[in-house]
């Protein structure tokens, strides 16, 4: 509770977003705020300056292509990718918002906050790589396009840089693909995950156990192929008090193995 | 998932008559469910300034330096208080210990030397609570690190870091209980069971509202009124009293409603010491919240326990003789309610069972870590985990079934009142019967059809069996037994009820409720004496040292209300009955008190129903009327009644004695299926089967019942203050600390059987604290499923998944800890 | 916490010892250094402020050169106040001629993370110790690499 | 340019009476409700919004209060637990929630009501499995939570 003082202002275009970004270098995008808002509660680390994204519609919403792209606002929240028919194009982004917190936090929460806030623990970060979505980025020189594989620089840092913002996601066509993880608790906190996508080649991303989703690409989805291909990653996962840095290397195997079994069963159903 | 089932009391006694024993609606909960509750953060005053603490980064370290200038030299910072000046300002708080322990310093803000992350360093007050913590990271303050001691293992290190020199070491308190023969019972033994290591971990039941307080100085009269959600305000006061040298009544104390304790709120005095030092140094009212995080570091910890050396005596037929353990209590940085538990657990030394021959060496010592003292089973609980778990290793180890080896021991319901080797009295109960309906809710008689079943899923389905004696209403001579210089004895609670001038029927307790329904269930009491509707009788809410009776022990843990305040109640309300009766004899010009009978709200002449008195007749009177009644009409209508428990002073040499009035019991059987593969694992089937008496509310008695099982598996699979080696505590807050929530939880079937206290007057029996049976029934559980799985053994009360996973991992590292002889 | 790791330079080891003992090259290595002084040739202080994408943790960093035996081995203690967090660590390098030229630098740090910032928990501050301590490992190598370019002309 | 402030005039509507208050920037929702506008019947139970005490509807969505600025609610109708009963008779939720013994301490109470409210609102007639899945984000420590969702369930249309 109890934040530091904090100026605050709320853009309605994304060009006056990024003027504001760019107008203190201390000022970060506050998105849904269910991380941003308890760091700073906890004044482990507090912007000088927030440019709240809520009242910018131009970032909310969700569009399917007629390739089947889905074009994600990144301030859609959790709660309207689950409701979304749309979003249905792609039932794992549903599923796995679904498993993320809570009612409250779903509701505020959005998939743009998820990917940029990058907690180790977080949910779509491993998914996106799997399904290997492709981020825009705002900036002042323009617009980028960054592969979820690229995007992830690390805890709370991704390829979203200062003053810039990140518009929204595409996410491919496609319906391979699984998700699986040990929680604290259900549906919470996640000790290990694992995003996998099957769609001739074999996508597994690992989350929780390195600053980054840690993405591999077995030669098959079958077990021994996928724990092989963890083993082969060399994990040196954090150590903490849900679980050892041996624990957490043995839940990748399995739960690696689980997601690439469910996305290998979607994939070959018709 | 599936909701909860009740299996109803069979018939013990006659069916109950009137209020006591109806599920009542309570009075308290249309306020709470409107959102009209008041609880400490909800008052304010005019020109009250905000206290935030700076608290220590180090787990141990000198301070070398404060400096509160620049804090106080913000603009809306009203002032500071440091560890400097409480020492000036104020004494020692009193130490229920002798030496070594009792030669301690604890103050109200760290003098010197900071003793765990989060200890309180200085105070600093501000017009907003925003700015109070602005200000307070302005207050400079050095520190020298010193090494951390974390582990209690090595607190008597001849290389430990010492805490508190004023101690000259790290032990607090040492005590050597042992009764019966051991030699001859380990002499008959056909077998000896050791088990090296046990540990009961650290947590404590976060209640969802944590401490606070709003303190305002009266600087004409030197008085104090602390209005907060402390629970044994008794007890603040008399640590709180000496410590800042006043008399106890300059200190009011005013509770209403209370966000939950579970012991967890009694130890708060030396941050209302610390609010009534600002209030009077600043001239403003001092409004204190505890943030989680604060609470988290600094409040509470229950006690952590190891078991040492266990050595059990056993009969080849799984008769246990008895056993003998060394307990090393890990009390943290300040002894705050310690040293009691040192012998608050001898309330229930042999658990359920007849050994005759115990022995245990109890140590406790400090740490760098939060103080602890009560948390929901104080002490008791941590004791009888271990000796649920010494029955449940032995029966592994032994190849005996779990449920034969307890009913071959339990103590027999035709064996009540039974008095324990350390002379404590067990007023009554059926534990084989209550075993029995327990297996039956959780369906025991398929278990190893459930079992192939779950197999055959790649799950292994373990059940376990736990129990609690929820000992109630403490004989506080019991705390000689720790220091034979400290002169307390037996309990007392009280309890006012009167007629008003419109005969109003108003009721006031010494108690600080924080959910039990205490003017609910005081109101039934009331209405069966008095011939009247709950609804007719007015329970004042809360707790007020000024205005409402309180008594020297009054407040609310340690299971009692049901006995101390009822019983209390009871009194009070017999002698308003008879001070009815005699007012209606002399108004009816001298008709006996015998032919008169209390009814439909007044008193009447038996027989002849026109010949009435109405309650507000009576009050009017009294109060306003009462010219011409008879000069030696002794009658006010307002009576104040104290219920003192039959208690002796317990023999300090022997450590022998009646420590507690009543023993409710809980057995609880579990059944989890575990996912070899992770070590994850769910409870698929839950039952909780309670015995605590005469229910007055059986509905209330069953909410507790709930409430403290929630608990226990929560602190049985997630729940842990865990500290790394430099002290730093890892689970500050919610985030990392799981409290299981509304998907964590089993489907629960609740049973209950009615067992009445012989010692009591209502046949009740204080209860609330019988969660520790839960923690056992997750942990046997744990150790059943494993069974045939590398044969771990469950040595800690916390089994995360990581601990399930490694004792399936690396099975030889806790069998390593057991030999049979 | 506990890192440690190995790491060659192509630089003679003199050249690589004198960028570890120049306090000034060192603070360039720091992550988000905005500002430092020197008091010595074994103490110095930076002011730091830590990229933590959410806002940076702002840090001032007391450095003390422990032990040293040149031209291998030097062991540093490290204090850092912050208002969100209190870190202390001790880290001490060894180096060795590297087989095929080179320099080769076996270092261990111990990292201790006190305040609220602990309270984010280790599955947040582990990655982020491991990162800062590659971005330090890579400032050094520029250091090094400026040094030689320097020194050979 | 000019777009920070560091405080903010803010209109909100709460249970129908509209509040207009200057507020800091980096005052939560929970902090304005309970400390300027004196509506104590939301809570604190954390400082990581794990408990769901301060629960509210914030234009018809439940939403964390403590997990919000003051500043971002501004121009919303918001609905706390002071808001639910009319004339002071309790709603079919809350009196199912005392006939269930649904509430202890009560502290966590409120929350729990408003999550509740928000499940039946958008589903009058939901699972034992919903309910659970409604209430995952508000935590109570007395009742252990079955009472809570027979409460629930017998305020279901079901």
Same mark, same amino acid.
């Given at each position: 509770m109890l934040l530091r003082e904090v100026v605050y202002a709320k853009p309605v275009s994304i060009a006056e977003a990024l003027d504001l970004l760019a107008a203190n270098e201390g000022a970060r995008a506050l998105a849904g705020g269910q991380t941003l808002v308890n760091v700073m509660k906890a004044r482990a680390a507090s912007p000088d300056a927030l440019v709240d994204l809520n009242g910018i519609e131009k970032l909310r919403g969700i569009d399917l292509g007629a390739d089947g792209t889905l074009t994600i606002g990144a301030m859609t929240t959790y709660a309207e990718i689950m409701a979304s028919a749309e979003a249905k194009a792609r039932p794992i982004l549903g599923e796995v918002c679904a498993q993320i917190a809570d009612v409250q936090v779903r509701n505020r929460g959005t998939i743009g906050g998820n990917l940029c806030s990058n907690d180790p623990t977080n949910h779509l970060p491993p998914l996106m790589v799997a399904v290997e979505a492709r981020m825009t980025v705002a900036g002042w020189e323009g617009e980028r396009t960054v592969p979820a594989g690229e995007f992830f620089f690390g805890v709370y840092l991704t390829a979203v840089g200062p003053g810039e913002l990140l518009l929204r996601v595409e996410v491919p066509a496609g319906k391979g693909d699984g998700f699986a993880a040990v929680t604290l608790g259900a549906d919470g906190t996640c000790i290990v995950n694992a995003a996998a996508s099957v769609d001739g080649d074999v996508r597994v991303a690992l989350g929780c156990v390195d600053a980054v989703p840690v993405l591999l690409r077995p030669g098959s989805a079958d077990a021994e192929a996928v724990r092989a291909a963890v083993r082969a990653a060399g994990l040196d996962p954090p150590d903490d008090v849900h679980a050892t840095a041996e624990y957490r290397a043995h839940l990748a195997e399995v739960v690696a193995v689980r997601a690439a079994a469910e996305a290998a069963e979607r994939a070959a159903a018709p | 998932m599936s909701s909860s089932t009740t299996v109803a009391p069979s018939p013990v006694q006659a069916p109950q008559k009137?209020?006591?024993?109806?599920?009542?609606?309570?009075?308290?909960?249309?306020?709470?469910?409107?959102?009209?509750?008041?609880?400490?953060?909800?008052?304010?005053?005019?020109?009250?300034?905000?206290?935030?603490?700076?608290?220590?980064?180090?787990?141990?370290?000198?301070?070398?330096?404060?400096?509160?200038?620049?804090?106080?030299?913000?603009?809306?910072?009203?002032?500071?208080?440091?560890?400097?000046?409480?020492?000036?300002?104020?004494?020692?708080?009193?130490?229920?210990?002798?030496?070594?322990?009792?030669?301690?310093?604890?103050?109200?803000?760290?003098?010197?030397?900071?003793?765990?992350?989060?200890?309180?360093?200085?105070?600093?007050?501000? !017009?907003?609570?925003?700015?109070?913590?602005?200000?307070?990271?302005?207050?400079?303050?050095?520190? !020298?690190?010193?090494?951390?001691?974390?582990?209690?293992?090595?607190?008597?290190?001849?290389?430990?870091?010492?805490?508190?020199?004023?101690?000259?070491?790290?032990?607090?308190?040492?005590?050597?209980?042992?009764?019966?023969?051991?030699?001859?019972?380990?002499?008959?033994?056909?077998?000896?069971?050791?088990?090296?290591?046990?540990?009961?971990?650290?947590?404590?039941?976060?209640?969802?509202?944590?401490?606070?307080?709003?303190?305002?100085?009266?600087?004409?009269?030197?008085?104090?009124?602390?209005?907060?959600?402390?629970?044994?305000?008794?007890? %603040?006061?008399?640590?709180?009293?000496?410590?800042?040298?006043?008399?106890?009544?300059?200190?009011?104390?005013?509770?209403?409603?209370?966000?939950?304790?579970?012991?967890?709120?009694?130890?708060?005095?030396?941050?209302?010491?610390?609010?009534?030092?600002?209030?009077?140094?600043?001239?403003?009212?001092?409004?204190?919240?505890?943030?989680?995080?604060?609470?988290?570091?600094?409040?509470?910890?229950?006690?952590?326990?190891?078991?040492?050396?266990?050595?059990?005596?056993?009969?080849?037929?799984?008769?246990?003789?008895?056993?003998?353990?060394?307990?090393?209590?890990?009390?943290?940085?300040?002894?705050?309610?310690?040293?009691?538990?040192?012998?608050?657990?001898?309330?229930?030394?042999?658990?359920?069972?007849?050994?005759?021959?115990?022995?245990?060496?109890?140590?406790?010592?400090?740490?760098?870590?939060?103080?602890?003292?009560?948390?929901?089973?104080?002490?008791?609980?941590?004791?009888?985990?271990?000796?649920?778990?010494?029955?449940?290793?032995?029966?592994?180890?032994?190849?005996?079934?779990?449920?034969?080896?307890?009913?071959?021991?339990?103590?027999?319901?035709?064996?009540?009142?039974?008095?324990?080797?350390?002379?404590?009295?067990?007023?009554?109960?059926?534990?084989?019967?209550?075993?029995?309906?327990?297996?039956?809710?959780?369906?025991?008689?398929?278990?190893?059809?459930?079992?192939?079943?779950?197999?055959?899923?790649?799950?292994?389905?373990?059940?376990?069996?736990?129990?609690?004696?929820?000992?109630?209403?403490?004989?506080?001579?019991?705390?000689?037994?720790?220091?034979? !210089?400290?002169?307390?004895?037996?309990?007392?609670?009280? %309890?006012?009820?009167?007629?008003?001038?419109?005969?109003?029927?108003?009721?006031?307790?010494?108690?600080?409720?924080?959910?039990?329904?205490?003017?609910?269930?005081?109101?039934?009491?009331?209405?069966?004496?008095?011939?009247?509707?709950?609804?007719?009788?007015?329970?004042?809410?809360?707790?007020?040292?000024?205005?409402?009776?309180?008594?020297?022990?009054?407040?609310?843990?340690?299971?009692?209300?049901?006995?101390?305040?009822?019983?209390?109640?009871?009194?009070?309300?017999?002698?308003?009955?008879?001070?009815?009766?005699?007012?209606?004899?002399?108004?009816?010009?001298?008709?006996?008190?015998?032919?008169?009978?209390?009814?439909?709200?007044?008193?009447?002449?038996?027989?002849?129903?026109?010949?009435?008195?109405?309650?507000?007749?009576?009050?009017?009177?009294?109060?306003?009327?009462? %010219?011409?009644?008879?000069?030696?009409?002794?009658?006010?209508?307002?009576?104040?009644?104290?219920?003192?428990?039959?208690?002796?002073?317990?023999?300090?040499?022997?450590?022998?004695?009646?420590?507690?009035?009543?023993?409710?019991?809980?057995?609880?059987?579990?059944?989890?299926?575990?996912?070899?593969?992770?070590?994850?694992?769910?409870?698929?089937?839950?039952?909780?089967?309670?015995?605590?008496?005469?229910?007055?509310?059986?509905?209330?008695? !069953?909410?507790?019942?709930?409430?403290?099982?929630?608990?226990?598996?929560?602190?049985?699979?997630?729940?842990?203050?865990?500290?790394?080696?430099?002290?730093?505590?890892?689970?500050?807050?919610?985030?990392?600390?799981?409290?299981?929530?509304?998907?964590?939880?089993?489907?629960?079937?609740?049973?209950?059987?009615?067992?009445?206290?012989?010692?009591?007057?209502?046949?009740?029996?204080?209860?609330?604290?019988?969660?520790? %049976?839960?923690?056992?029934?997750?942990?046997?559980?744990?150790?059943?499923?494993?069974?045939?799985?590398?044969?771990?053994?469950?040595?800690?009360?916390?089994?995360?998944?990581?601990?399930?996973?490694?004792?399936?991992?690396?099975?030889?590292?806790?069998?390593?800890?057991?030999?049979?002889? | 916490m506990k890192v440690s790791g190995e790491k060659t330079f192509a630089a003679p080891r003199a050249t690589v010892w004198r960028v570890l003992n120049d306090p000034t090259a060192m603070a360039r290595t720091m992550p988000g250094v905005e500002s430092f002084d020197v008091h010595d040739d074994r103490r110095w202080t930076a002011n730091v402020k830590i990229p933590l994408g959410l806002g940076g943790l702002k840090m001032k960093v007391d450095m003390d050169k422990v032990e040293e035996r040149p031209p291998d081995f030097a062991k540093l203690a490290m204090k850092g106040t912050g208002v969100g967090a209190m870190m202390r660590m001790e880290t001490s390098f060894n180096l060795s001629d590297a087989a095929g030229g080179g320099t080769t630098m076996a270092w261990d740090a111990d990292v201790h993370i006190a305040g609220p910032v602990g309270s984010m928990g280790q599955r947040v501050l582990q990655p982020i110790v491991n990162q800062q301590v590659q971005s330090v490992l890579s400032a050094l190598d520029e250091q090094v690499q400026e040094a030689a370019g320097s020194t050979s002309g | 340019m000019s777009g920070f402030a560091s405080s903010l005039p803010v209109s909100v509507t709460v249970n129908g009476t509209t509040y207009e208050r200057e507020v800091e920037a980096r005052k939560l929702l929970i902090h304005f409700l309970r400390d300027d506008l004196d509506l104590t019947g939301s809570h604190v139970g954390c400082d990581t919004g794990n408990c769901g005490a301060c629960s509210v509807l914030l234009d018809g969505t439940l939403v964390k209060s403590c997990m919000l600025l003051a500043v971002q609610a501004d121009g919303a109708s918001i609905e706390t637990v002071e808001g639910l009963s009319e004339d002071g008779e309790l709603t079919a939720l809350q009196q199912s929630f005392s006939d269930h013994h649904a509430l202890q301490c009560g502290y966590c109470t409120p929350g729990m009501l408003m999550s509740a409210t928000a499940l039946l609102r958008a589903n009058p007639s939901p699972s034992e499995a919903e309910i659970r899945k409604a209430l995952q984000g508000n935590l109570c420590r007395c009742t252990g939570y079955w009472n809570i969702v027979e409460a629930v369930k017998a305020a279901t249309d079901a």
């Open positions: - | 009137g209020w006591a024993g109806q599920s009542v609606p309570r009075k308290e909960d249309k306020r709470l469910l409107q959102g009209e509750g008041v609880f400490v953060d909800d008052v304010k005053r005019h020109g009250m300034g905000y206290v935030h603490f700076v608290r220590s980064p180090y787990a141990h370290a000198h301070i070398t330096r404060i400096d509160v200038s620049e804090a106080e030299a913000v603009e809306g910072v009203y002032g500071t208080l440091t560890g400097e000046e409480v020492a000036a300002l104020t004494d020692p708080f009193f130490q229920i210990a002798g030496a070594p322990g009792g030669q301690i310093k604890d103050y109200s803000l760290a003098v010197g030397k900071v003793r765990y992350v989060g200890e309180a360093v200085v105070a600093v007050v501000a !017009e907003t609570r925003e700015l109070a913590r602005d200000a307070s990271e302005l207050v400079e303050v050095d520190y !020298e690190p010193l090494p951390a001691l974390v582990d209690a293992r090595k607190a008597l290190d001849a290389d430990a870091p010492v805490l508190h020199d004023d101690a000259g070491g790290n032990l607090m308190w040492h005590g050597s209980y042992e009764w019966g023969d051991l030699d001859a019972a380990f002499a008959e033994a056909d077998r000896v069971v050791r088990i090296e290591e046990l540990h009961f971990h650290r947590f404590n039941s976060t209640p969802l509202e944590c401490d606070g307080a709003l303190v305002e100085y009266n600087r004409g009269v030197g008085q104090w009124t602390i209005h907060t959600n402390n629970q044994f305000p008794g007890f %603040a006061a008399i640590m709180m009293g000496p410590a800042m040298r006043v008399g106890l009544d300059r200190l009011r104390f005013v509770t209403q409603d209370i966000g939950g304790g579970f012991g967890n709120k009694i130890t708060s005095h030396p941050q209302l010491v610390v609010c009534c030092l600002l209030a009077r140094k600043l001239g403003r009212p001092i409004q204190w919240t505890e943030w989680r995080t604060d609470f988290h570091l600094s409040m509470s910890h229950g006690n952590e326990r190891w078991f040492h050396d266990t050595e059990v005596a056993v009969r080849s037929d799984g008769t246990l003789l008895g056993f003998r353990t060394k307990a090393l209590d890990d009390a943290g940085a300040w002894l705050r309610y310690e040293p009691l538990g040192g012998v608050i657990w001898a309330q229930v030394t042999p658990g359920m069972y007849r050994w005759r021959h115990i022995r245990v060496d109890f140590t406790q010592v400090a740490t760098n870590k939060a103080p602890v003292s009560p948390n929901r089973g104080y002490s008791r609980m941590q004791h009888l985990w271990f000796t649920e778990r010494v029955i449940d290793i032995v029966a592994h180890e032994l190849g005996l079934d779990p449920v034969e080896v307890r009913k071959r021991n339990y103590i027999r319901a035709e064996e009540m009142p039974y008095e324990t080797p350390n002379g404590c009295v067990y007023d009554s109960g059926d534990y084989a019967r209550m075993l029995d309906l327990a297996l039956e809710l959780v369906g025991h008689g398929e278990i190893e059809t459930r079992r192939a079943e779950a197999a055959a899923r790649g799950r292994l389905l373990g059940v376990g069996i736990g129990s609690t004696l929820d000992s109630g209403t403490n004989n506080f001579g019991q705390s000689r037994l720790i220091n034979p !210089e400290l002169q307390f004895s037996g309990n007392n609670e009280v %309890a006012t009820v009167k007629l008003d001038i419109f005969g109003e029927i108003v009721v006031t307790l010494g108690t600080t409720p924080q959910g039990q329904g205490h003017e609910t269930t005081a109101a039934q009491v009331v209405a069966d004496i008095l011939r009247c509707s709950p609804d007719d009788v007015h329970v004042r809410a809360g707790h007020d040292s000024y205005w409402n009776s309180h008594a020297g022990f009054s407040g609310t843990y340690a299971s009692q209300f049901a006995v101390t305040g009822l019983s209390a109640v009871k009194g009070a309300t017999e002698m308003l009955a008879g001070e009815i009766k005699r007012l209606a004899s002399a108004v009816f010009g001298g008709v006996p008190v015998e032919a008169l009978e209390l009814a439909d709200g007044g008193v009447r002449i038996k027989g002849s129903p026109e010949a009435f008195l109405p309650f507000m007749a009576c009050g009017a009177i009294v109060n306003a009327n009462n %010219a011409g009644l008879p000069e030696d009409l002794d009658v006010t209508l307002n009576c104040r009644y104290v219920y003192r428990p039959p208690f002796q002073v317990p023999d300090v040499e022997r450590k022998f004695g009646n420590l507690t009035l009543t023993y409710a019991a809980q057995i609880h059987a579990a059944v989890i299926e575990v996912d070899p593969e992770t070590g994850w694992y769910e409870l698929v089937d839950y039952a909780a089967v309670d015995d605590c008496g005469s229910r007055i509310n059986p509905q209330i008695v !069953e909410g507790q019942v709930m409430g403290a099982t929630a608990q226990a598996i929560g602190a049985a699979m997630h729940e842990v203050f865990e500290y790394d080696e430099d002290g730093n505590l890892l689970t500050p807050n919610f985030y990392d600390y799981h409290v299981p929530h509304a998907l964590d939880m089993p489907p629960l079937a609740t049973g209950a059987i009615e067992s009445p206290s012989p010692f009591t007057p209502l046949g009740t029996k204080g209860m609330g604290e019988g969660g520790g %049976a839960g923690i056992h029934a997750v942990c046997a559980a744990v150790q059943d499923a494993l069974r045939g799985h590398g044969d771990a053994i469950v040595w800690d009360s916390c089994n995360p998944y990581r601990r399930v996973w490694e004792m399936l991992e690396h099975p030889e590292r806790s069998r390593a800890l057991v030999s049979v002889t | - | -």
